[in-house]
Structures are given as C-alpha cells and as structure tokens.
C-alpha cells in the first residue's frame, strides 16, 4: 500500500469530501457508523476505500474478497488513470443526477457506479493477459449488479450509467469521455461474425433508457438517443434520433449528457 | 411485539389464508418445511411474518437482518397504514395475475410485491428523517431485487408490480392506489432539474412491459400505456397510449390495472 | 451416482473439451483453481459438475445447496432428454456468441445458461407434481439472476439466452429447439384470463433485445422479432417483424437464430 | 418490545455504564463503531442488546438469528428473574476478573459469559415445555463457546465462568447464588442412572480451574475446590479440597469466589 | 446414490426409529421442522442423512458442504463396516448417556459423536493415500468440534465419546470396540520419536474425564482410568488406575465403558 | 505491500519449502487446490499468506477479514521481529512434532499455532494503543481455536503450542524463547488483585497437557512441569515438577521443550 502515502495529503479533495460527509451521515444515522467506518472511514485514500468496498461485494466462495481487494490494489497502483477516471465518474453523477446530493452516495450506492469501476478492474486485468479472471470478474458483475460489460470494451472517464439494471456494453463497444446512459441501455453486435462490431459513442452523448444500439455505428459528439430508440446507423453530431427503428428527429441541446434531458423535440 | 396481541385473533382473515395454505404447502413439500416454518408459521401476525422475511432478503454484513427486522416492527407499529397497503397488494396481485393461485406466493415469491414492501419500510424512514437509511435500503432493494424506487416517492395501495427487474421510479413520482406496473418500466424525469419532475400515476392505471414515462406529467385515471411506449406528454383518462413517441391511439377497457389486458387496439 | 459410470468414458465429447479447456484456463490462471477444481475437474461428468455449480449458486438458508445438488441429480437419472439438452445449449452458445471461445465460458459464466438450465430443473419438478419446489426455484433463479421463467413453460433444445437480465417467459409459453432470445424478452400474456394465453415460438426463430410479444400468438419458424418491438399479432415463417407495435418489414436470413443478426431491412 | 420502554430511561445503572463505555471504546477505536453500535448502542435497553448480541453468536441456517432473538425477547419477558441475574453476573465478572476494566467486556467478549447467558435461555425453554429447542440451543453453545450445559440444570446468579473452555454441567447440578468456576471445570454424574446425579455448589464457592467433581455430592457454602483436583465426597461449607482424589487440606479465605485465588494452603 | 435403495426399506430399525423420532419433534418443536427435515426427514437413509448433517457442519470456502458430502457418500460405499461402527456408536450413546433420550438426539447434537463419525470418514481417506485431505478434516474437526483425533488413529465401534471438548487422540492410538471416553481425555505420545508410540485401549474400557494416557501403553479389557489420572504404565484388564502419576487402586466393575461410572473406589 | 518485494526473492528457504510442499499436495489432491492456491501459491511471501490465512479465519460480520489483513500487513511492516517468531514457531513445530511432515502443516491446520500468530497481532495492538481492538482479537482467538490468551502477555519465539485447545494464558505471563505447551495448560493468576500475578516460563521449558501453574512463580529454564500438575511455587531450571500439588520429582532431559517427552521419572 505504498501507493497510499503521497495521497493521504490533503490535496485529494474528493476524498476529503467523502470523508466529510461519511462522518456527518454517521452522526445522523449511527445504525450505519459500521458501514461507514469499514467502508470509507477506516481507509487512508478513495482508492483503498474502493477496493475494500467492491471486494466485498464481488467476492464469493470462489474467490474471496480479500483476494480480490489486492488484485484492485495492484490495478491501481499499475496504471495511476483508473484513479482518475473514478474521480470524474464520482463527479458525473455527482453533476448530473438531481437526486444525489453528496460525493459519498454513488460510491455507496449506485449500481450502475459499482459495475462501472468493476469493469475499469476487468478491463485491467485484460489488457495485461489476464482474460480467465477478467472473464471470472464479468460474471460476477452481472449476478450482482445486473449489468453486462465486457471486458474488452474500451469506456472513458466522466461517465454516468443511471440506474444500471439491465445495462449490456458489448466487446468492442468504445465509449469516449463524458457520456451519459440510463439503465437497460444495450450497445450491441449485429451477428455472430467476429472483428468490430460494437457501436462508438462519442464524447458527450447521452443514450436514454432503454435504448438499443447495434452494430458498429457511430453515436456523434454530443448526440442524444431517445428512450427505448433502436439505432441501426450513425447519428451525427448534436443530433437526437428517435424511435423504433430511429430517425434523426432533430438537434439536441450543447451538453446531453450533463443536461439528462430524456424528453423529445415535439413531433407534428 | 405488543401490537400483534389484537392482531393474533381470527379477524385477520389474509392472515388466516396464508396460514392455511402454508401448512397444505408443507404437506405437499416437506423439503420447503423449514422455510415455511420460518418465514410464515412461526409468526404470529402477517406483519411479524413480512418483516422476518424481507429482513433476511435484505439484511448483510453492514446492517444485519435482525436490525433490519426491529426496524420494520417499529414502522408498523408507527404507521399502521403500511399494514393496510401490504393486504391490498397482496389481494391485488392474487386476483390480477393468472399465474398467482394463492395469497403465500406474493409473499414468498413476486421480487416486485417484495420490493414495494421493502419501500414501504424505506418511505416510512425517509419521512421520519432518517433518509440516510432510507438510501441504504433503496440501494439493497436495487441490488437484491434488480427494482429501483426512490424512498421519497408516494405509492398507493393495491399495487401489483409483475415480475419487476428492471423497474425505475424517481423521487417525486406519485402513484395512486390500484395501479397495475410490469417489468422494466421507468417512471423518469427529464433534466437535471431539481424539484418536481417525475410522473403521476392516476388510480386504476396499467402500465406495460417496458414502458418509459418521462417527466412530471398525468398518466390519467385507468389509462393504459402500452409495453415499450415513450410517453412524454399527459394521457387522460381511460385513454390507451402506445408508440415511441406514444400517441393516444383510444379508449380501452374500464379497469386496465385490474384486467392487466397487455394487448392494443388495431391500428389501421 | 451410479448414472455416472457408463457416461465417463470419453465417448462424451464436450465434457471432454469442457476438462481440456479447464485445464488450459487453470494454468493461465491460478487464482481460479479452487473455482475450475470444485465446479469442473472434481466431477465425473458433465451432469454432476452441473449440478453442483448450480446448486451452489441457488442454495440459500432455506433449502441449502447440498440438498438441491441432490434434487438435480435425481432430475438427470429420471429424465435423460435434461442432459441432451443441457448439451445442445452449450453448443448453441459456443457457435451463436461470438465473444465465447469455448464451451467452458456459458458453464462457468452465462447467467442466461445458468437461468435455463435451472429452469430444466424447475420444469421437471412442475411435471412430476412438485409445483411448490418448481415456483421456489423460480423466486431464486430470478433473485439470482433476474430472469423469471415459469416452471410450467414448455422450452426445447439447443436455445440461447445472451446477455439474459430482464427476459420473461410465461406459464404457457412454448419455445421449439435452436431459439435465441436476448436480453429483456418478454413472451407474456393479456390480460388475467387463465388457459393457453403466451407465445408460441417457432424453430429457429430470433427474438431480439427487448421485444415484447403478448398472447397466445405465434412466432413462425425462423422468423425474426426487431429489437424492441411490441408483438400482437403472428409473425409468419421467415419474416420480420419490427416495430412499437409490430409490423412485418420483409423476410429474413434463413437462419437468424444462428445468425443473431439483429440489424434490420433498411425501411424505406 | 412494549416491556423495554419503562427501563430505557436512567434507572438501570449498568445500561448506562454500558452505554458510556461502548462509546468511550468507539472514539479510542473507530474500527469497531459498527460493531459497538449494532450489538449495543442501537439497542434501548441491555435485554435487547443481549438478545441481538447472543442471537448473532447462535443464530445458523436452521435457526436463523432473527427467530432466535424474538425467543429471547420473549424468555425476557415472561421471566423477569432472568434479567436480575444477567446483572448480577455482569458485576461479578467486572468484581471478580482483574483483567476486566469494564462492564461493557464481559458482555462483549467473554465466552463463559455468553455461554451462562445462553443457557439462561435454553433453562427457560426446558421449564417451559420446549424440550427440543432447549437442547438445540445446548448443542449450539457447545460448538461455539466449547461449554456443554445442560438446560436443566439449575444456576444462581452473580455467577462468573472464568475463560470457559470445556466447562461441563450435568443435567442435575445446581450452582447456587455467587459461585466462580474457572475454565474446564466438570460438574458430572457417576454412571448411567437417572435421577438425581450431579454436584450440588452451595453459594459462594469457588471451583478452580479443571476440577472434576462428580456425583450427588455437595460443596459447602464459601468452599474451594483446588485446581484439577478430583472430589468425589461432600466437601463442608469454608473447606478447601486438593487431590486427585481430592482431600479436605484446609479451611479457606472468607469469600473464595470473590477472591478467585486459586492457591492452596502449604501442605507440609 | 444407487447404494440406498435396498437400504430404503424397513429393515434398518434404528433408521426407523431416527425417523418416527424427528417427526414427534417436529410435531412439539415446529420451530425445529426446517432442521428436521433437512438433516434427517428428507434423506433415504441413514448414511445419506449423516453424509448431509457434517458435511454441513465441516465445509467451509475451501471445501464447500456439496463436495464433502460425496467423499461421504463415497466412504460409505466403499466401506460398509463405517455404517456398522455409526449404529453401534448410536447405540452405545443411547444406552450409556442417562441425559440421551433417543436415537435422535446423539445424531442431532452431540459433539463428540460428530467428531468421531468426521473422523471415520478422514481414516478412510488416510487408508486409501487420500493423507492431504485427510488432514484437512482433522484441522476442521479441531475448529469445530474442538477434539483432535489423528486421521491414522484406529478406532473400534461402540464408542462414546461423552461432551467431547479437548479429547486428543495421537497418530498410533488403538481403540477397541465399546470403549467410553470422556471430555478433555488425552490419548497422547511422550517424545518426538516416530514409530508406535500412543496407549492401546482394549474393549469395554473406561477413560475419565481429563486422564491423560501416555505413551504406548496398555489399558487393559475393561480397566477403568479415573477422571484427571495421568497414567503411564499398563493398566491391567478390569483394574481400576487412579492419581497424578496414576496408580492401580483395586478392581471396577465388570462393564465400565457402559456403566459410565467414574466414582472411585474409597481410598483409606 | 511494498515491503515483500525485497522478500520474495529466493533467500527466504521456509518460503521456498512451503510452497514446494503446497504444489506437491496439490498435485496429489487435487480437491485441495483452490485452498492451497488462495492461502498459500499466490501470494508473495510468508507474511502475505499469514495474514490471507488468519484474516480469513478471524474475519466476522464486526470486522471483515479484509480489514484485518489490512491490520496484520501493518504489524508485519512496523515490527519485522513479528515475522522473525513466525519462522522460528514453524520450526520448532516440524522438529517437535512427529506428526508434522513438513513446514506447511502447522501453517495451515495447527490451531495452536494458529492462535500463537494471531496472538502476535494482538500484542503488537495492546502495545500500540489499541487495547481495545486487541481484545476484540482475544475473543475471537477464543471462540474460532479455543484457546484463551491475554493480548499484554509476552511471548518468545521457538514455540510450539501443541493441539491446543483449552490453553489459557494470563495478562502478565512471560513465556522465554523456545518453550512446548501442549493442550489445556493454564498459565493462570491467583486472586483478583491486579500488578504481575501470573508465571514466568523459562526458555527451554515444557508444559505437559492439563497442567496449571498458578500465580507470579517461576518455572526454570529447561524445567518440565508433567501433565496435569498444578505448580504453585517455582520449579527450578532443569528439574520435574508433577503432582496435585505438583512437587519435585527430579531432573529432566536436558532440552525438554525439544524432546517433548511427557513422561515422568518412576517415583518408588
């Protein structure tokens, strides 16, 4: 845990946050000052708070917690960016979703916040030869948290996945910095042929609920993908497409995905 | 346990259902004995039963079931309309679905009934300003039963939610009694907007499989909103909306939550 | 165990990939050897192996997982057509699924096998008069992995279920060999009326993410249902059917289920 | 819970010295807040405390812990002697043992402690014609304190059960008010006939470590009984008895169950 | 399981009156009818029965319950004389245990029959080159049931170890059939020397609570070693050893190990 | 865990022979090789395993074994003079112990050592500050081994404790360099007064089973105290001690603890 030294300064400020109001929620609620002492308050920086956090949810008879506790450790002392884009996923939601009024409640709560970082180690452990367990890992995303990323799919940082149930990220899926999906959002392949065929989602998109996109297309900067949609082609650039199959029914707002605006441009 | 002397009497009849048909279940399968004994048979009201049974669904290392247990006895004892809500739903589900053929299957069985109760404890906690637990439950219900009610929603009584993985419903929705809801459906806001921007559900109205009904608008007095639709405007009552974008394509049957009839009209 | 002797041999051809592969996965990967031992190598066959992962994942306090590993292999001595079609669905994965390598993957981690081949067990349960058993592995099966399939629908061989969170299968249901169903099928009723009252799904036919098809309708041999779409009508052999409600949009490949192609006829 | 709100205000003394220290010990040692709080600062009085406390210890798939706190709520309730004598045997652990600083120690940590109280309940459940669950709870405090009680034996209270491991106490044994006895101590029978059989411990007696006393015999008030020694004889009141067979060497100190001193006269 | 079927039927008189037992249990103590019915109602035989009861009791991460309930089941189908030995230790527990009112009960509850039959099945395995396996059990024997009892050891049938707690029993002790053992009984070596070197207890004999027997020494047919002896030297047959280093004090009575009787002959 | 990497290299021989001795008992049985991989073969020293293997015995729902690997890496990184005893009590087991074949038994299965490392831990708290953690440690040691040792007791390195259950040691116990206990020693105080009241062993010395030495005396160095003595005043270096009350009976071998003969010098 050498790692931790340098960072327990105060100049990580979300981690200061998250202490913070870990220890006000702890005055307002001791019937949860255990959770919150083991699962934030006992540890020296966010990174040790989760990985302590995610192991014991994702660990099992199989492959315990404390086993799985070091293999993040070793993740995030391997490649410093995983800690970043944590930070600007706590952010995202943190900005995006009115209904969450601290930097502690996604850490602790948001499904679609634990799959996410779940897969950051998965992805990990794929990229460095590992795919037996980041396989192993994809699993037991899907039995607890009920969404479905692959390994292999390539995800910015600054990402918000709302809700999370139902949510599947295929294989060669590339989601870029800063985007926002809702649950049961599936970015899918179109075949059982092998190679590139999972969509791009630019940076800056959002792709509301219940969404399907298919095939490797692209989803353009800034875009946005109406609720339930199916979009079989590309949608450019600050365009909303809508339906079942999707049409470009118009433009969309500068920011999508910060606004979460799933409402659609009137239709006469 | 002192509010269920009153109780323990033969009035209760659901209570007096669900005990015989308990005891002819063990006789059927004796291998499910134990836990029938333990969630059903050993309690002495149906409120003591729920909160056994959900406790241990939802208890874990952070907040143990026995914790979790004394927390729904005093949200009974508090608030008995919680009681009330609970016959409702469990009279709601028996006579609406066909699959349903006793009063014990909700309560042993439907995740939907399961997390509505859950909610109920959840809700109670959240308008006695204890929402700090109120959020832990919301994320243990998310994760045990794939639903996601906000705590601060108001949910009527008479409610059946069929199947449920996958349900989303924000914070200031309302849902009246006698609503009928099906898997996967969203009741959303639009926007990063704080304040109130989620539905309203009227009495008596059905909500299909996978519906998104997004924003704070008026699904009216036993409407129906057809599976899959996006429903981004008012419908009124006794209307049937479908599509994506959904349109009020009619009238429909005059008590849809009740005959849970997922089919449309004709469109030609 | 005596059922296990004659099926040793290595005339059982994917059992012996299944050890091969695990083997190979082993020495990649030596944080899973206790997991690859205990599920796989440690048993004699194909049968045993799965009836102790899949006890393990179903066992819970009420009925613990030795007692159900017991009931599976009750199930596969007294109907050998469980074990033919466990097989067919495993091939089924390896060749549909472009993202599984092996036949080892859907065994140790698809949670629409795993949900199938408990819903086997269920299914055999319901036919030899233990309905209460069979409606409590259905509760578990979706608690654990978030699909609900009735014990009384009648599913064939060789199927596969991708992805799998959210997908219901109704009582009447009746699904014909070399199906593919994705993730957040619904194959639902209308309406509270008992009797013959969900889908009939053809042979070969591809039902893609999300759709929802309702009553007792049929979908054609080999026909295809577009993501999302909302069915209320029969689809006819070979057709596609695409829409919020369903329209048929042209013919298909002649064998989507294999295909999982689920891009659609450009619509002019 | 209606027999807890009389007691939650100031009178009960040992609650509040409980309470005070739980949360002394929380500030010094914040790793455990979730246990303090959820064994006792979450609980209104030490009843419920003890009955959640226990529970957890004893609690196991076939009698799960939430059952078995209500039977401890329960057993409280009906015989309010019982918690007169958790009291008592609170204040002679904190008297008696130099190494306990506490009254919140021997309520936490001390597994003669735990086993006494344990068998309190199991004593109640055999007076009250529940046979079977006593001896369940027997073999339950066997296998996690490693003391075997029997529930019909009859105990005082001020009682201290010094260390713990391998105490045995025989169906008819009765230990009378302010008795010590230290870890390994046998109060057994002398062959296979029924009826009356095992030792009698009048008050104030101290039984040191691994003595075996065995048969219907009687230890006199304020008697010692050396360490490992054998004592198949009455042994009369302030005697002290050392020997394999145990012999009378001497009178002893006024009050050897307070004074714990486990020396013995010089014997020249 | 083939192995049960002829077993199934009534001929096993103790099997029947296990069962006829457990039912007028569950019929007083319906709170224990889960407990029943999984460990023993649920099962065709007494093997089956014992085979779920510890594996229960022994598995843990490492070796779940389901794996170690088929070395069980294996064990006894390989060597019938261990379903011999388990009567006739049922039996002997049954008759020389005053407090033991059933067959059921020493099955259900007592601790040092458990350790004995766990230890049956890890001499099996040690006699068939299984030592690494057989060791893992002797550790978890020694977690759970606090005795020690090396797998090599060999023991008769018609054994009674009475409480259980501290036994320890070395590499190279023999144990003729009907022997009685009480808690804390050390059957231990004397040096680090190899090679036969722990007591040889001969049929009918009776070991007190706490004696210590050292060395490869002979107690003879039906000896008796009062409770805390240290005896090393041989006791002859039907001699009684008392003391601390112990020394021959008369004869006992003619069927110790059943009489159970630990009181002395009067020493002046 | 910055500190093992200057450690796994190959100069640590315990390390070496232990995972020698791991992979050969996996090749022979198999069934244990996920124990054997997650204790032992991925880890990357000795350290690392001990506190993998110890956390996961000691970890509860209080404190997860997560944390308390956590606590243990930290005593492992502050004080080195921990690790130094750990490989001088393997040692001193696999010469001691006829029944030890190789360094990775007593590692894995002995509960004497088990508990004596444990202990460690718990001193280095208690001498930190962290009273209060360390008692919480002294319970669970309690309960999961059975065996009884005050955290503020100071003890040597060289130590085997053998079988172990039932050993007390007291607060102000001093335990030398190179000392055998064997099962059911007390190292007990004599009275209630506070100050240093418990005894001080020796280097050299050995404890037979069962014995208790009581209060501030002295057992010399190399002096051997026989089974089931109980020794209130100093044993000279080199002498035997045995009787209730225990007196000099003799000299002994000359390196007792070693030679781990229990047996005593003919008294005539």
């Not at 030869?129 to 995303?141: E, H, S, Y």
Request: with cysteine; net charge negative.
């Amino acid at each position: 845990m050498a790692y931790t030294a340098e960072r327990a300064d105060t100049t990580d400020i979300i981690w200061s946050y998250i202490r913070k109001e870990a220890k006000e929620m702890m005055k307002k609620e001791p019937v949860l000052s255990g959770f919150l002492q083991s699962t934030m308050l006992s540890h020296r920086c966010l990174e040790e708070a989760i990985s302590f956090l995610l192991a014991e949810k994702l660990g099992n008879n199989a492959v315990p917690a404390q086993l799985l506790g070091q293999v993040f450790e070793e993740a995030f002392e391997a490649d410093p960016s995983i800690a970043v884009s944590i930070r600007a996923d706590i952010l995202a939601v943190y900005e995006r979703d009115p209904a969450c009024t601290s930097h502690l409640e996604p850490l602790l709560y948001f499904k679609g916040f634990h799959a996410l970082q779940c897969y950051r180690l998965s992805h990990w452990l794929w990229n460095n030869d590992r795919q037996a367990l980041a396989l192993f890992l994809q699993n037991r995303i899907s039995e607890v948290f009920s969404l479905d990323i692959h390994p292999a799919a390539r995800i910015g940082k600054g990402i918000m996945i709302d809700h999370g149930t139902g949510v599947v990220i295929g294989e060669t899926t590339v989601i870029e910095d800063n985007v926002s999906l809702l649950q049961n959002v599936t970015l899918g392949g179109t075949g059982k042929g092998t190679g590139d065929r999972h969509p791009k989602i630019r940076q800056g998109a959002l792709i509301c609920a219940g969404a399907k996109i298919l095939g490797n297309i692209e989803i353009g900067e800034c875009a946005k993908v109406g609720a339930t949609s199916v979009v079989l082609e590309d949608v450019p650039a600050h365009c909303t497409a809508v339906g079942v199959p999707a049409k470009i029914v118009g433009s969309c707002c500068p920011q999508p995905a910060r606004e979460m605006d799933q409402s659609l441009p009137r239709l006469d």
